[in-house]
């Protein structure tokens, strides 16, 4: 009598159900953890219903922009966490294989080689389980798919402060023409920039209608490498990164009058939930960037 109250009493809590509630909180929204699971919004939120109600809890609380776990919630995740480990670890044990735990990573397109590159290849050396998943691109499209939970980790380039990060540096940067065809002396003074909404663009246009000069945009790239090509064969003026001048730029001083721009900085990025691998990774990251702030 008294074993059948119990199991009467006693809650099951379904692996399919926590995986949901584990991919809500890291995602932060219902619609990027459906799309993370390949399943429906709808079929996410019935998900979360049932566990809250098997929990007898509010587990989660959702907000206009963003949904965060409640304090009850926070303890089922850590619980949730567990469990899902071990059952991975039993199916490995199980298989005779061990999953690989896979990192999303962004970067901007100047991080994507050289000493970053050399990074990922120890951190590869010392785990070995873990697979990588590199991406590069425009910081604000970074940014963006780390909001909608496609990336875990990423480096951006934002203004100053405009977001909660691990890590923060200063980035300076250089107002550059070219060397062999200078162009800032011709009217209207020819911009070679990022797409709108890019980087440095709307910094780029203040600056010269600040000076009561006319411009004109002659050449748009989404790719750096893009960008100091067409400075360089004198397409036009540009504002980049101190470590993106090159030999064939010549750096445009205080006798232009160009403002400096010092409002821009680079920040890593990683959910607090993050995985122990995200986290080492992050560290080796920001030691790399602390040796001089802007390595390449």
């Not at 939970?149 to 940067?173: F, H, T």
Request: proline content about 5%.
């Amino acid at each position: 009598m008294v074993d059948s109250i119990l199991k009467a009493n006693r809650a099951y809590f379904d692996l399919d159900l926590l995986r949901a509630l584990v991919m809500v909180a890291d995602c932060g929204s219902f619609t990027a953890a459906a799309a993370r699971l390949h399943s429906t919004q709808s079929t996410i939120s019935q998900k979360l219903r049932r566990l809250e109600e098997l929990a007898g809890h509010r587990l989660l609380d959702r907000g206009v922009r963003d949904v965060r776990p409640t304090d009850i919630g926070e303890t089922v995740l850590g619980y949730a966490r567990r469990m899902l480990s071990l059952n991975e670890q039993l199916g490995e044990v199980l298989s005779g294989s061990g999953a690989a735990t896979v990192i999303r990573l962004g970067v901007p397109e100047d991080f994507a080689a050289g000493r970053t590159t050399r990074v990922l290849a120890e951190f590869s050396r010392l785990h070995t389980r873990v697979k990588l998943e590199v991406s590069s691109g425009l910081s604000r499209a970074l940014a963006e798919g780390y909001e909608r939970g496609e990336l875990d980790l990423i480096l951006v380039k934002q203004r100053r402060g405009s977001r909660e990060a691990v890590a923060c540096w200063p980035e300076p940067m250089c107002w550059v023409d070219s060397a062999s065809s200078p162009a800032y002396a011709l009217e209207p003074v020819p911009l070679v920039a990022f797409p709108p909404r890019g980087m440095y663009r709307e910094d780029m246009i203040d600056a010269i209608e600040g000076l009561g000069r006319r411009w004109r945009i002659s050449f748009t790239s989404s790719s750096l490498g893009g960008i100091q090509s067409a400075v360089c064969d004198g397409l036009g003026i540009s504002l980049l990164p101190a470590r993106a001048v090159s030999s064939g730029h010549v750096v445009l001083g205080a006798d232009s009058g160009l403002p400096t721009i010092d409002g821009i900085e680079l920040a890593l990025l990683h959910r607090p939930s993050a995985d122990p691998e995200a986290k080492a990774l992050a560290a080796l990251l920001i030691e790399m960037l602390a040796q001089d702030g802007a390595p390449g």
